[in-house]
Structure formats: structure tokens, C-alpha cells
Antibody, heavy 128, light 110 residues
Framework: EVQLLESGGGLVQPGGSLRLSCAAS????????MTWVRQAPGKGLEWVSV????????YHADSVKGRFTISRDNSKNTLHLQMNSLRAEDTAVYYC?????????????????????WGQGTLVTVSS | QSALTQPASVSGSPGQSITISCTGT?????????VSWYQQHPGKAPKLMIY???DRPSGVSNRFSGSKSGNTASLTISGLQAEDEADYYC??????????FGGGTKLTVL
């Protein structure tokens, strides 16, 4: 059974940093791109970052570009999100998810892709 | 990248059918078949319901179906059941090597 377990959330002051982790099991981790999606309290889903299976490709939403960095350790089946210069508007539940596609090289968009499964999420609160 | 447009809420009685629309642009929904739908119950993680526009993962009821026409995707739930009451989100891959979600639709089963 595929399982994703996030950790590292908590309360942090504006301008501070936090590192989230997502422990994966039940699948060959290095073969799959992974992504982070967040959800502010009472709001909808917002895509944050994605990283390829090998880690050589990373992309971030404009709202976090230059502040957040996605990375992975394939030897430990773990995904990370380093969040710096945190703002109040970064307050959200952060979910990690496995990117599934009909072909491994889906980046051009020629091959359908989707997120499945999702972890249970970890809450990040940015407040003084 | 602007969020995809979904109705804020829809409702239906048990046994009825409802359709949730999701409108984007040629840079997302209209340009790719990477349209997926997620169900989220309160306090829970999103769950994949539809992928590749109209395919269902194993374990998802065949009462759920998806389609796309131009820049608009749709999720139809037939034979509404109380357990279908939840928030539903559409998502699409985009030309910016990113993903975009809809604002979410709250489904109420009357």
C-alpha cells in the first residue's frame, strides 16, 4: 500500500524558516515525480512545487518562487520542502502527493498526469 | 496562473444527478488531457476521483464520470448518495510546467 506521511509543520514567525518532510513507502520512490500542494484555512487547493524522480527538474509556483525549495533523498524515500522568508499568507495545510503519469516523461504535457495518493497533510502557521 | 473557475456550490437530492463545471483556458484545460478531479471531505486529504479527463481509479464508483469540451471540463455524479457530500476540485496541467486547481465546489446532498 502506498503511504505518504508529512511532518515538520508548526508555528513560525513571519520571516522565519521551516522544513517539511514527506516519508514515502509502498512504491519505488525514485521512479516518480513528487509534488507539494497547500490549502489555506477554509480555502481551496494551491499547487506549490514539483520535483522529478531523479531530482534534476524542479518547478515552483510564482507565489513561492525564490523562497521555497523542493528536494528529495531517494536513498531515504523522503521528499522535502524548505520554506524560507515565510509570510502570513503561507499559513496552510501542506500535502505531499505522488505524481502519476501515463509516461515517465510527462513534462511536455503530451501525457496525462495526476496526483495520487495524497498524504494526510501537515499544518504550517505563520504568525507572530 | 489564474485558478480554474468552478461554481461555489451545487446541490441535489439522493438519487439525482449533478454536474460540476470547471472552466479554464487553452493554456490548461483546453491544451492538455491532464484534467483530474478530487473529492475532499472535511478535515481529510483530497482523494482522486477522475484522471485523464474521464478515467476512474479502481475503487471509485462508476456513478462518477468526467468529460471535457474545449476549455471546460465537467464532473457528473449520478445516483447521488449522502456520502457524496464533500468539496470537489478540478485540476489541470498547464503550459507553464505547473498545475492549477479550481476554487472548489461544495456539494450538498439535500
Amino acid at each position: 500500500e502506498v503511504q505518504l506521511l508529512e511532518s515538520g509543520g508548526g508555528l513560525v514567525q513571519p520571516g522565519g524558516s521551516l522544513r517539511l518532510s514527506c516519508a514515502a513507502s509502498g512504491f519505488t520512490f525514485k521512479n516518480y515525480a513528487m509534488t507539494w500542494v497547500r490549502q489555506a484555512p477554509g480555502k481551496g487547493l494551491e499547487w506549490v512545487s514539483v520535483i522529478s524522480g531523479s531530482g534534476d527538474r524542479t518547478y515552483h509556483a510564482d507565489s513561492v518562487k525564490g523562497r521555497f525549495t523542493i528536494s528529495r533523498d531517494n536513498s531515504k524515500n523522503t521528499l522535502h520542502l524548505q520554506m524560507n522568508s515565510l509570510r502570513a499568507e503561507d499559513t496552510a495545510v501542506y500535502y505531499c502527493a505522488k505524481v502519476v503519469a501515463t509516461y515517465y516523461d510527462f513534462w511536455s504535457g503530451d501525457y496525462p498526469n495526476w496526483f495520487d495518493p495524497w498524504g494526510q497533510g501537515t499544518l504550517v502557521t505563520v504568525s507572530s | 496562473q489564474s485558478a480554474l473557475t468552478q461554481p461555489a456550490s451545487v446541490s441535489g437530492s439522493p438519487g439525482q444527478s449533478i454536474t460540476i463545471s470547471c472552466t479554464g483556458t487553452s493554456s490548461d484545460i483546453g491544451g492538455y488531457n491532464s484534467v483530474s478531479w478530487y473529492q475532499q471531505h472535511p478535515g481529510k486529504a483530497p482523494k482522486l476521483m477522475i484522471y485523464d479527463v474521464g478515467d476512474r481509479p479502481s475503487g471509485v464508483s462508476n456513478r462518477f464520470s468526467g468529460s471535457k469540451s474545449g476549455n471546460t471540463a465537467s464532473l457528473t455524479i449520478s445516483g447521488l448518495q449522502a456520502e457524496d457530500e464533500a468539496d470537489y476540485y478540478c485540476s489541470s496541467y498547464t503550459s507553464s510546467t505547473s498545475w492549477v486547481f479550481g476554487g472548489g465546489t461544495k456539494l450538498t446532498v439535500l
